[in-house]
T-cell receptor, first 110, second 114 residues
Framework: RKEVEQDPGPFNVPEGATVAFNCTYS??????FFWYRQDCRKEPKLLMS???SGNEDGRFTAQLNRASQYISLLIRDSKLSDSATYLC???????????FGRGTSLIVHP | EADIYQTPRYLVIGTGKKITLECSQT?????MYWYQQDPGMELHLIHY???????EKGDLSSESTVSRIRTEHFPLTLESARPSHTSQYLC?????????????FGSGTQLSVL
């Protein structure tokens, strides 16, 4: 079983739609959780950290469920510019080495 | 914008050549990483460093080597390139000790070995 698993998609949605991605992780001792965004042939960039209480940044909401070992990302009112791959990242152990999921591809169409 | 730079951006080279991919950051970060990514696939950690004179192998076995003589510089070397090394190589840095540490990535080097 992979340490971090994501549905690769692609998720193909119209503008204005609400879309949700899930990510599961295998290490129950994982400590930190993030969503990164990666555009085609570009480097990943941090979208948001994920906190135990859940957190929101504009149209983006991230949640963590430690009991079930998954995190989620909700995007409301999708824009064309949201089209990208969304990477789930988990850090574990005292060294805080980040492990990346394969990413979920989102395509927002007019 | 992140102050982390990778050169070259693209490299096409023949089998058997020795290559060095450069990575430099001006943020004073102690922790640095090298990831390898194939199209549509996840990033795989191949090397990381906690600071000067520290180097560790990552999860993915790699024939490459790294060095960390200066805080700002973390080059990756392939002694004899092979077609199986064709991939994108991404360098990153972060501030250690912060559980919510953010990774800053360079723009990557796309390596093609013929």
């Amino acid at each position: 079983r992979k340490e971090v698993e994501q549905d690769p998609g692609p998720f193909n949605v119209p503008e204005g739609a609400t879309v949700a991605f899930n990510c599961t992780y295998s290490n129950s001792a994982s400590q930190s959780f993030f969503w990164y965004r990666q555009d085609c042939r570009k480097e990943p960039k941090l979208l948001m950290s994920v906190y135990s209480s859940g957190n929101e940044d504009g149209r983006f909401t991230a949640q963590l469920n430690r009991a079930s070992q998954y995190i989620s990302l909700l995007i409301r009112d999708s824009k064309l510019s949201d089209s990208a791959t969304y990477l789930c990242v988990v850090t574990s152990g005292g060294s805080y080495i980040p492990t990346f999921g394969r990413g979920t591809s989102l395509i927002v169409h007019p | 914008e992140a102050d982390i730079y990778q050169t070259p951006r693209y490299l096409v080279i023949g089998t058997g050549k020795k290559i060095t991919l450069e990575c430099s950051q001006t943020m004073g970060h102690d922790k640095m990483y090298w990831y390898q990514q194939d199209p549509g696939m996840e990033l795989h950690l191949i090397h990381y460093s906690y600071g000067v004179n520290s180097t560790e192998k990552g999860d993915l076995s790699s024939e490459s080597t790294v060095s960390r003589i200066r805080t700002e510089h973390f080059p990756l070397t392939l002694e004899s390139a092979r077609p199986s090394h064709t991939s994108q190589y991404l360098c990153a840095s972060s501030v250690p000790g912060d559980p919510n540490e953010k990774l800053f990535f360079g723009s990557g080097t796309q390596l093609s070995v013929l």
